[in-house]
């Protein structure tokens, strides 16, 4: 297995999902429902950047690399 520095996996959960959060609260108008879908996006990303942390794929400073870049993209 090789290094990967920042997390892409993780970095692409990170981007991506906020993103959909940010256009869900736009698009959808029913407050129940917007707020589900964005509370199981907040629980996929972090179980993302958990799981890879659990399994040892990827170091602490390789998951906040990927927040950093995502942050500074989004």
């Keep these: 297995m090789e290094a990967s520095y920042p997390s892409s996996i993780a970095m692409i959960a990170m981007c ?3 993103t959909a959060m940010m256009q869900y609260h736009r698009l959808i108008k029913k407050h129940k429902l ?16 958990i799981r890879r942390l659990i399994c040892g794929v990827h170091l602490f400073t390789d998951m906040l690399g990927g927040l950093i870049f995502c942050v500074a993209m989004i």
């Design 16 to 18: 991506v999902l906020p």
């Design 34 to 49: 917007c707020n589900t879908t964005n509370a199981l996006c907040g629980l996929f990303t972090a179980f993302m950047v």
